[in-house]
């Protein structure tokens, strides 16, 4: 099992940047694609981006492709999300979680273990 757990959420203006972090305790860390999703005010849970076991894979959204960056330290337990170029509609809680298995899955019925979230809030 893993525990996510997500921090580095906050304000910041459009076009600004922030960085997620999210630790997840457990010994079988690793094991584990990790996931970015995000549920936006009044909307649902929606994919932003994952990352493989060993690091080497990474899809994204649509949406953030090329502003986002997703990452993982396994040695730490770390998964990170950089966000640059922020836009309003970025505004969500963003939520950290852990997917069992090799092939990196965008459907979040496919996630065990989720974090509790943290807040993202992008100004004009």
């Known amino acids: 099992q893993v525990h996510p757990v997500e921090s580095g959420g906050g304000s910041v203006q459009a076009g600004g940047s922030l960085r997620l972090s999210c630790t997840a305790s457990?010994?079988?860390?690793?094991?584990?694609?990790l996931g970015w999703f995000r549920q936006p005010p009044g909307k649902e849970r929606e994919f932003v981006a994952v990352v493989s076991w060993s690091g080497r894979a990474t899809y994204y959204a649509d949406s953030v492709r090329g502003r986002f960056t997703i990452s993982r330290d396994n040695a730490k337990n770390t998964v990170f999300l950089q966000m640059s170029s922020l836009k309003q509609e970025d505004t969500a809680i963003y939520y950290c979680?852990?997917?069992?298995?090799?092939?990196?899955?965008?459907?979040?019925?496919?996630?065990?273990?989720w974090g509790q979230g943290t807040q993202v809030t992008v100004s004009s």
């Open positions: 457990g010994r079988t860390f690793s094991d584990y694609a």
């Open positions: 979680a852990a997917q069992p298995g090799l092939v990196p899955r965008t459907d979040p019925k496919e996630y065990d273990y």
